[in-house]
């Protein structure tokens, strides 16, 4: 089954040919697909379009009629689909619809995406910082970034890079109080606590053989920023992404530790909500996000 619009190409194509072969192969299809789009075309208006014998068609008075209303139709289609797409000299024009988490968005999203936006400067980019999985028909999220499982399997997800978690603290905190050599230390260290935003409760610190839950933590916060910001004041160990804390370990500003407990590092996920056709500024970011997070370069993950 044809869509209207595509009966009405045909028609006008047969309508200017000797017979539907020649219609065919203007088209680049068989006389018999011809055949059965004009014949479907025909069933929708209960009429004929055309008189038919075995080796030419005439239009009908009917068709002819309907020819001329139609002619205009199909050029003001043709026109609205061509005109609508982006000029070749911009070819990425339009907005963008981006979100991500705080942390992933604010140090890493605006980085990796600087030289596209040198590149193509008519792309607009709009990105929205949720920790949280979005409304993305909603907000009009076009691409969105997530470290963790992605829970709606009818996105379009490529898995860009892997995420440790890594404990952490300043090395004149472990001189001070020790270094935890054991997970069932860390009741008797400073350490942080992240607090949930839906429950308000603290999240468990994962390892590979269970989860510890700071019972007595003396620094909380909502934000990994903040919570990072408290672990290089010396104040708390903390468990943390890798991707934050790596360029203070490289510098010598934090010390890992309990390296042997870490749980299997978090997938870091980029995906588009929507399938089917994709604008070209959209697939840009998605794939320009995708290589990116996948540089350990541009995107450090590993110690």
């Given amino acids: 089954m044809h869509d209207r619009f595509q009966l009405l190409k045909i ?15 203007q088209l680049g299809t068989s006389p018999q697909t011809i055949g059965r789009a004009v014949k479907e075309l025909e069933g929708q208006l209960g009429e004929l379009l055309f008189h038919r014998s075995t080796r030419q068609i005439q239009i009908t008075q009917f068709g002819a009629t309907f020819l001329r209303d139609s002619n205009s139709l199909i050029s ?3 026109f609205l689909f061509e005109h609508s797409r982006s000029p070749e000299t911009e070819p990425y024009a339009g907005r963008v619809g981006i979100v991500a988490p705080h942390s992933v968005g604010r140090g890493h999203v605006l980085q990796l995406l600087g030289p596209l936006i040198r590149e193509a400067p008519e792309c607009l980019i709009d990105l929205r910082l949720e920790d949280e999985v979005t409304d993305t028909v909603g907000a009009q999220i076009d691409i969105g970034v997530r470290v963790g499982a ?4 009818r996105y379009v997800a490529r898995q860009a890079a892997l995420v440790p978690l890594i404990v952490v603290a300043t090395p004149e ?7 935890p050599q054991l997970i069932s230390d860390l009741i008797q260290k400073p350490v942080s606590g992240r607090i949930d935003r839906d429950s308000g409760r603290i999240w468990p610190w994962r390892f590979n053989s269970l989860n510890h839950t700071p019972s007595s933590p003396r620094f909380v916060s909502d934000d990994p920023e903040a919570e990072l910001q408290a672990v290089l004041n ?3 160990f903390g468990q943390i992404a890798a991707f934050l804390v790596i360029p203070y370990i490289r510098e010598g500003l934090l010390v890992p530790v ?4 870490e749980p299997p590092p978090l997938p870091l996920y980029v995906y588009r909500p929507q399938r089917g056709p994709v604008p070209r500024r959209v697939r840009k970011v998605f794939d ?10 541009r995107f450090p993950f590993q110690v």
């Fill in 11 to 25: 028609f006008a194509t047969a309508a200017r040919s000797s017979s539907f072969r020649e219609a065919a192969c």
């Fill in 76 to 78: 003001e289609l043709e």
């Fill in 150 to 153: 992605l829970r709606d399997n």
């Fill in 173 to 179: 905190l472990v001189r001070q109080v020790g270094e």
């Fill in 234 to 236: 010396g104040w708390v």
């Fill in 258 to 261: 309990l390296r042997q407990f």
């Fill in 288 to 297: 320009t996000l995708t290589e990116s997070f996948a540089d350990e370069v």
